[in-house]
């Protein structure tokens, strides 16, 4: 859900998990603006592709993609949207999930996967320095730590901000 104005409120909702409103905490001089408008927690992933062979015939291939043992995967539809006028490019080592004890985890080095299981389009792991930018993207937490609260927190000059994800 879209907001107005430098306010960020965001409602996340997911077929998986109950839905709540986020509360985000930042500065009034941002440069980029991150709104989550929705998250999934999954312990594995699976999709069936319909594959058509040169002699016309169907195939179809299961593909399956799961975190390490422990873990789950925390799958948030974002828009980053760059509304200062500072050169300041957006800068993913700086995004992090953070649980309630502290920890804090970074993006997949690699959720190209993410379009596979339908989740599109992923948003680019690639440096942002303009415009506004959709899409999917994955970290991979313990499970325990995806039974608390989860903030995403962004730590760059000029756009601190903290955006509760779960409760």
């Known amino acids: 859900m879209k907001t107005i104005g430098l306010t960020l409120i965001f409602l996340v909702a997911s077929a998986s998990c109950?839905?709540?409103h986020a509360n985000a905490?930042?500065?009034h001089t941002l440069i980029?603006?991150?709104e989550v408008s929705k998250y999934e927690l999954k312990?594995?992933?699976q999709s069936t592709e319909t594959v058509t062979q040169y002699n016309g015939a169907k195939t179809e291939i299961q593909h399956q993609q799961s975190p390490a043992s422990g873990?789950?995967?925390?799958?948030m539809d974002i828009t980053i949207t760059k509304i200062g006028a500072d050169s300041v490019p957006f800068d993913w080592a700086k995004l992090s999930i953070?649980?309630?004890?502290?920890?804090?985890?970074?993006?997949?080095s690699n959720d190209t996967f993410l379009e596979q299981y339908s989740y599109t389009p992923r948003i680019t792991g690639l440096e942002i320095r303009f415009g506004v930018n959709e899409g999917?993207?994955?970290?991979?937490?313990?499970?325990?730590a995806a039974n608390e609260k989860l903030t995403l927190i962004y730590t760059a000059d000029g756009s601190q901000q903290e955006i509760v994800v779960k409760n």
């Open 25 to 27: 905490s930042s500065n």
């Open 136 to 144: 999917w993207l994955c970290y991979e937490i313990p499970t325990a």
């Open 32 to 34: 980029w603006k991150i």
């Open 98 to 108: 953070q649980d309630q004890n502290g920890t804090t985890f970074q993006r997949s």
């Open 43 to 45: 312990s594995i992933l």
């Open 18 to 20: 109950n839905g709540s």
């Open 71 to 75: 873990d789950v995967y925390i799958i």
